[in-house]
């Protein structure tokens, strides 16, 4: 098993452009979810999934799109990026419930973002 | 989800135990306490949950108070690769975001 990958692992954007970020998960999780993480700072949260078509808005969205065409597929896009969304992306992926009622969230190994 | 508080950082020798303290006075019943690693510029890595029972896996031991507004993450032995940040996050429905704050520098040293 891959895990969960994260497709391209560094980008360099200027002011305007726009991109898709593509994460991957071989898990046949439910659940996806794309944070930002900033530097010094914890993980936020952009956008999630709890399922194929499903799609949410998390803690800090604005500016990001996303799509959840296909279950093992979660796509970040930035439309007009801005030099604030200079930053790290991590996807995640988790099952909908576990033993306990409770599960844990595997990270892919991040996007580097800088938008100058 | 309950709010947490935790240490900026902390040291440790290599070889001992470390012992990662974290607060959740706010901790309502239904609430689970979950810690995360992040070793520099990788994702995070989930380590160990619970309730309210302490628990114990391959990588640490969480204690968790009976009162259940703190709890504390135990590494047995730590060694240099274990040099991270370290998470304590509070959620309830097992299907909700995750909230990190900002966490605990723990440095393992030689």
């Known amino acids: 098993n891959a895990g969960v990958t994260q497709t391209p692992k560094f980008r360099v954007l200027k002011t305007g452009q726009s991109m898709t970020l593509l994460c991957a998960q071989d898990m046949n999780h439910e659940y996806m979810y794309w944070y930002r993480q900033d530097p010094g700072m914890g993980l936020r949260l952009i956008h999630y999934s709890v399922g194929e078509g499903t799609t949410a808005k998390g803690e800090v969205p604005d500016g990001y799109n996303v799509s959840r065409l296909k279950k093992q597929n979660f796509l970040l896009g930035l439309e007009s990026a801005a030099p604030s969304q200079t930053s790290v992306y991590f996807c995640?992926?988790?099952?909908?419930?576990?033993?306990?009622?409770?599960?844990?969230?595997?990270f892919g190994p991040g996007t580097r973002l800088t938008v100058t | 989800d309950a709010k947490t508080t935790q240490p900026t950082s902390m040291d440790c020798a290599e070889g001992r135990a470390a012992n990662l303290p974290c607060n959740h006075s706010?901790?309502?019943?239904?609430?689970?306490v979950y810690w995360y690693r992040q070793i520099h510029s990788q994702g995070p890595q989930y380590i160990i949950h619970g309730l309210k029972n302490n628990e114990t896996n391959e990588m640490a031991s969480l204690i968790i108070t009976e009162d259940r507004k703190s709890s504390t993450l135990i590494l047995p032995h730590a060694t240099l690769r274990d040099t991270a940040v370290y998470y304590c996050i509070v959620r309830s429905f097992p299907g909700s975001r995750l909230t990190f704050g900002e966490g605990t520098q723990l440095t393992v040293n030689p």
């Open positions: 995640a992926s988790s099952y909908s419930t576990g033993p306990g009622g409770s599960y844990e969230q595997y």
């Open positions: 706010t901790i309502s019943g239904n609430e689970y």
